[in-house]
């Protein structure tokens, strides 16, 4: 059964400098859990280990605005510490470390590159977990078939011509037949081979671990809300009921396109799929993996008229908790925003 949600949000205070502006400044955006209940409810609340929503804390120094944004799993002991971690010393509560402290930061890279490195003679890097399946299953949701995908366009050199980056977009809705053509392009199953269903996009091993989620802005036939394709079925799986533009805008770090697309698309992984053959070499395959979806749904817009974009920068937690993920096991990678195009 989909969850309803309906976009709520509670300011709080702030610290005044010296010079009378406000140099810290907080805020709590309720996850739809908690929808109705308020700061207070969230507060009251004894429902540990689940996300009840996040505060942004908003700094200004020297005339720069910074917001970062903190999931909350209650209660008001954990609530209470948070707020004494950030707005008193400064710091991020959870990690204990400055929150401009970037000296972490500088050997990311180099790390990513040694743990997924593969030495002379080695066919694997790490642990080869358990695969967790192909496919993720939804029970007891209301599915939702999608038109066959048959979709013919232009000559595929004039779509590569014509791509562009596209940030704004018309007020005419999608049709239910344009989401059926991007999601095929995305991961829809195009034949077999050895028992195995192949797909649109390439994979390491065809072990395919990207999911695909939609946000419905404004789509004929389908009622405000998340989705989850399922490739298998080529159907749509409703898990949230509402109208999420603020809310996913927000995430996204209030980018205005993420309001006033048609339909905002996302992309995880289950990073077990690809690590179950290659072990943490994987991980590298994933995030290029990510890249080709996200290239075919883009060409696959131009070739249907339509604008999209794609955008990296949004709240991770936020984003993985609105889709339910964990953000460990499974996690957001990539959006995509498309709607109609401009006059």
């Known amino acids: 059964m989909a969850r309803n949600v309906q976009e709520g949000r509670v300011s709080g205070g702030g610290r005044a400098a010296p010079d009378g502006r406000v140099n810290c400044a907080c805020r709590f955006v309720a996850l739809p859990c908690t929808f109705g209940m308020g700061i207070r409810g969230v507060l009251a609340s004894s429902s540990l280990g689940r996300p009840h929503g996040f505060l942004c804390v908003t700094r200004r120094t020297d005339g720069f605005r910074m917001e970062k944004r903190h999931l909350l799993y209650t209660s008001a002991l954990v609530i209470g510490a948070f707020l004494v971690g950030v707005l008193v010393s400064g710091r991020d509560a959870g990690s204990g470390k400055p929150a401009a402290d970037l000296s972490a930061s500088a050997s990311i890279v180099a790390e990513f590159q040694g743990v997924t490195s593969i030495a002379s003679g080695q066919r694997g890097v790490g642990v080869r977990p358990q695969h967790p399946g192909l496919y993720k299953v939804y029970p ?3 599915r939702i078939s999608l038109p066959e995908p048959d979709h013919a366009g232009f000559p595929f050199e004039e779509v590569l011509r014509q791509r562009r980056s596209a940030r704004q977009y018309g007020e005419e809705a999608l049709s239910l037949r344009q989401v059926s053509q991007l999601l095929f392009a995305a991961q829809g199953i195009t034949g077999e081979f050895r028992g195995i269903s192949l797909r649109t996009a390439p994979s390491a091993g065809a072990l395919y671990p990207i999911e695909v989620y939609m946000i419905a802005h404004d789509v004929k036939g389908l009622e405000p809300g998340v989705y ?88 991770d937690d936020e984003l993985n908790a609105l ?19 401009t006059e």
């Open 140 to 142: 007891d949701v209301e």
């Open 228 to 315: 989850h394709y399922a490739p298998d079925k080529h159907a749509l799986e409703k898990l949230v009921s509402g109208d999420l533009r603020g809310m996913i805008s927000d995430i996204g770090l209030t980018q205005e396109s993420l309001k006033s697309a048609g339909a905002v698309l996302v992309f995880s992984a289950i990073f077990d799929r690809t690590r179950s053959k290659y072990g943490d070499r994987g991980l590298r395959f994933v995030y290029l993996e990510a890249g080709h979806v996200s290239q075919n749904v883009l060409l696959q817009s131009t070739s249907l008229g339509l604008n999209a974009v794609p955008i990296g920068a949004f709240f």
């Open 323 to 341: 889709l339910g993920l964990d953000g460990v096991a499974e996690a957001a990678l990539l959006i995509l925003a498309i709607g109609a195009p």
